[in-house]
């Protein structure tokens, strides 16, 4: 208009103006798209980034792990597992642009599954199996490997002290326990009340067995130092 200052602002265009001006109102849709594509491409970057620190300090805190042990440890994989999950919904967000800024907010905050402490209760096994399934589900966890390692950072108590026996038989390549399958049916054959009772009276039998043996050898022993011994005498 004649005499407008250019730098003043410029009101926003009515329905009917844009309707009137259709090749204004392409070229505003295609800044805004190109003003869209920019960001998303900015956020597939930072993303990039942040996974790649996230894998460093992965690796950081399996060394510490490792060196030291330890419950801070044990919060420190928490915490990066996390980071992983919040990273790991960043991307579906930004591969789903447009989205609601607020909806996206709400489904980045998943609740944590409660932890298991080792309770002998069918209901409670079950409640933490069937949390952990949906706690993979809701946070986009795929890989067996990540399912394993993030479901044992929710066990306490004994549960903790079961896992760490069968991790050290793991790292001994006497047992496998690397799928959440074989992870969820050795937790419900340790903890399940009937699978208890067998597990007590297998430990005793193989108590007695290791006992009969030590006297076996022990009179064996004793018979060929010249002092026989009978198996069972004190």
Not at 29 to 57: H, P, R
Not at 97 to 123: C, F
Not at 158 to 178: C, F, G, H, M, P
Request: with cysteine.
């Amino acid at each position: 208009m004649p005499g407008q200052d250019p730098e003043s602002p410029r009101h926003a265009a009515s329905p009917s103006e844009r309707a009137a001006n259709p090749e204004d109102e392409n070229s505003r849709l295609t800044d805004l798209v190109m003003n869209l594509e920019e960001k998303v491409s900015s956020l597939e970057t930072e993303i990039t980034v942040l996974n790649s620190e996230l894998g460093e300090y992965r690796q950081v805190v399996q060394e510490m792990a490792s060196a030291f042990g330890g419950g801070g440890i044990a919060d420190m994989r928490r915490e990066v597992e996390q980071m992983s999950i919040q990273i790991g919904l960043l991307q579906r967000e930004v591969s789903n642009v447009p989205v609601v800024a607020h909806d996206a907010g709400a489904r980045l905050r998943i609740p944590e599954p409660k932890a298991y402490g080792g309770a002998r209760d069918a209901k409670e096994v079950e409640n933490f199996l069937f949390d952990m399934e949906q706690y993979f589900l809701d946070a986009n966890v795929e890989d067996e490997a990540r399912k394993v390692s993030t479901a044992t950072m929710y066990l306490t108590g004994y549960a903790k002290l079961w896992w760490r026996t069968k991790y050290a038989e793991i790292q001994a390549n006497r047992v496998r326990l690397d799928t959440w399958d074989l992870l969820r049916e050795a937790i419900r054959e340790q903890f399940f009340p009937e699978n208890v009772e067998y597990n007590a009276r297998r430990g005793i039998a193989e108590v007695g067995a290791y006992r009969l043996r030590a006297g076996l050898c022990e009179n064996l022993l004793g018979a060929g130092a010249g002092y026989p011994r009978h198996v069972g005498e004190g």
